[in-house]
């Protein structure tokens, strides 16, 4: 026997209930709206006081002993792309409300797994950053953080013919884990 439907989906639409149910929708839509704007919550993620406008993001210095020479373009450029897709901040050259710089300051190739024959088959690719993130109106959200992350590649592939791939991996988890500590305070 099919399920009975409930008495609910039975009982006729009337005017009445047509206009409770709009005015459930507007009023949680209004909600919505009232929370956003206050600069309590961003549906975005980002806890961005209102009063701050414009962002000046520095490209990363390198400083690492191996040098990779795309990856502080690549990284000063994803953080760009992130904070214009996640925020409405206006991106400035320079004396943003919110200001970004770092250096890379590690990229490492290590063996992760060793063999019974004492051979790497799992080699580790890891880069870390130190970033400095000034808050020109707010100096108590100020910080000096250093991330590192990394990807593994087999020991049977030489890191020239992975680096980009693996590089590309690394950059979009730095790229999260600094707008995270930066604008979304997780």
């Known amino acids: 026997m099919p399920p009975r439907p409930s008495a609910f989906l039975k009982e006729p639409c009337t005017e009445d209930s047509r206009m409770n149910r709009l005015r459930l929708i507007s009023f949680i839509a209004a909600c919505a709206a009232c929370i956003s704007s206050c600069g309590i919550y961003s549906f975005s993620g980002t806890s961005i006081q ?7 993001i520095n ?69 870390s950053v130190k970033i400095t993130f000034e808050n020109r109106k707010h100096p108590e959200d100020n910080l000096e953080q250093s991330f590192s992350q990394y990807s593994d590649f087999p020991s049977t592939q030489s890191l020239d013919s992975v680096e980009s791939t693996l590089c590309a991996e690394i950059v979009e988890r730095l790229v999260e884990d600094i707008f995270n500590a930066t604008v979304a305070q997780w």
């Open 59 to 127: 490209q990363f210095e390198y400083t690492a002993q191996k040098v990779n020479p795309s990856l502080s373009n690549d990284l000063s450029e994803a953080l760009r792309t992130q904070f214009r897709r996640m925020t409405k901040l206006e991106q400035v050259d320079m004396d943003g409300d919110l200001e970004i710089s770092g250096e890379i300051i590690g990229y490492d190739v290590s063996a992760t797994a060793v063999t019974a024959n004492e051979v790497a088959s799992q080699n580790r690719l890891t880069v």
């Open 50 to 56: 209102p009063d701050v406008e414009t962002v000046t």
